[in-house]
């Protein structure tokens, strides 16, 4: 069979209507991680399976963690040792305050063309099309050498225990290539940001806040340690450069609190203060040499502030406990993927883009991580990430896709699986 025939067999098995309806379905199904709330993934993976049931794949349901299942779909397409994996998750953020809305955030309502409703964009929509993909490749019948398989993977938002659990199981072993189905404004993007995420937490002595002198205040610490993670950014910038796809490397201070934790009194100093750093890395940083430059600026400052007060108390002939400490913990170590453009999931990747959009591929990098992160890392897996819906909008109010660039996506993942498991 000739590819353009075994194309035509594949793009006239992917229907709007009902891609449309398998988003709206699963936009509908409030699969935000809230144990308060009691809402969770399991609804919106046992809709995901009972899809995958009633067109003959095959599938299994493997709890993570108490209401947060994986949905494991496959199917095998032909003879031939290459597994091509297609990745969506289930959960979606929080829709915050739904009276902020214009929509219902699991309305999925349907105007001008798009789709709004948590999870539209990041990621339900992009899911459906995966799994029409998917259907569309076993419907059509086409010869291909290779098998295909479907995560619908839990907790991609928070602490990525789905694609854990997924590589834990042993179903990443036999993959050859994954497209990460996030949103990307339909480029192709063949790397992602790395992350070292931290936490300096700084004890001092608590204190009446008219009474300063009889506590140690830990605010200059956290001033410098602010200031100190500016300088590791601007270190890292003039060594590192900008990468042509990710940008600037960063070190962002995300969470400054102090107490700790607990309410704050304005006529209390506190006597602990929490800050926790989100740093972005890109091709060329060294993980561990971060680790170490952040360790550092922990001793540096812990060293600085207690020769400040040494100073200071003398110049005030003050005799106190002098007891500043600063813990660093790692929270996070996830590296940096980056696929070669000359890599087979690329260039299939690059061709059905072309195919489908009429226009040449734009390649890009993700700015932040997903479990492809954890797919290349821990089993050397090459990825690509594509997808309907503007990159900047999931976690929004009023998020949206549209259905026009979602329908294409589809296409596009379709011939992906087409073009990387072609019979010869």
């Known amino acids: 069979m000739a590819m353009q025939e075994k194309i035509k067999k594949v793009l006239a098995r992917i229907d709007r209507d009902e891609l449309i309806g398998l988003a ?27 899809w995958a049931q009633k067109r003959g794949f095959a599938y299994q349901l493997e709890e993570v963690a108490p209401g947060r299942p994986n949905v494991i779909i ?7 040792e290459k597994t091509l994996m297609y990745e969506g998750h289930t959960d979606v953020v929080t829709p915050g305050d ?65 694609v ?46 008219a009474m300063p002198l009889s506590g140690l205040n830990t605010a200059p610490a956290v001033a410098e340690i602010i200031r100190g993670l500016h300088r590791l950014e601007q270190q890292a910038a003039a060594t590192c450069g900008r990468d042509v ?75 106190r406990r002098r007891e500043l400490k600063i813990q660093t913990t790692i929270l996070t170590d996830r590296p940096c993927t980056q696929t070669p453009e000359d890599h087979p999931l690329v260039q299939a990747a690059d061709r059905a883009s072309r195919q489908v959009t009429g226009k040449e591929p734009q390649h890009a990098g993700v700015p932040g991580a997903t479990n492809g992160t954890f797919l290349w890392a821990l089993k050397d897996v090459p990825i690509v990430t594509l997808g309907a819906g503007d990159r900047f909008v999931p976690h929004q109010v009023d998020e949206w896709v549209d259905l026009d660039s979602l329908f294409q996506t589809a296409e596009i993942y379709a011939l992906i699986g087409l073009y990387f498991l072609a019979a010869d």
């Open 24 to 50: 709206a379905d699963l936009v509908r199904i409030n699969s935000v991680w809230d144990p308060e709330e009691g809402s969770n993934e399991q609804q919106a993976a046992e809709y995901v399976a009972g």
């Open 245 to 319: 796809h990710l940008g600037w490397p960063s070190f962002t201070p995300t969470v400054v609190q102090a107490p700790a934790s607990g309410p704050s009194q304005l006529n209390v100093m506190p006597g602990q203060a929490r800050i926790k750093v989100d740093v972005r890395t890109i091709p060329g940083q060294d993980h561990q040499q971060v680790i170490a430059d952040l360790r550092g600026l922990a001793r540096r400052t812990e060293q600085a502030c207690l020769e400040h007060y040494q100073q200071y108390d003398a110049f005030l002939d003050l005799e």
């Open 98 to 162: 739904p009276s902020a809305w214009t929509t219902d955030p699991f309305g999925a309502e349907i105007r001008d063309g798009r789709m709004y409703g948590r999870g539209s964009c990041d990621t339900k929509g992009n899911l459906a099309a995966m799994l029409i993909a998917m259907a569309a490749l076993k419907k059509a019948g086409v010869p291909l050498q290779g098998s295909i398989i479907g995560g619908v993977l839990c907790d991609e938002e928070d602490r990525m225990l789905g």
């Open 74 to 80: 496959t199917w095998r397409g032909g003879p031939g």
């Open 164 to 209: 854990r659990h997924f590589i834990e199981q042993g179903h990443a072993d036999r993959v050859s290539g994954a497209v990460i189905c996030e949103p990307q404004d339909g480029l192709i993007c063949t790397c992602q940001k790395g992350a070292v995420r931290a936490e300096f937490f700084v004890s001092g002595r608590m204190s009446h806040g």
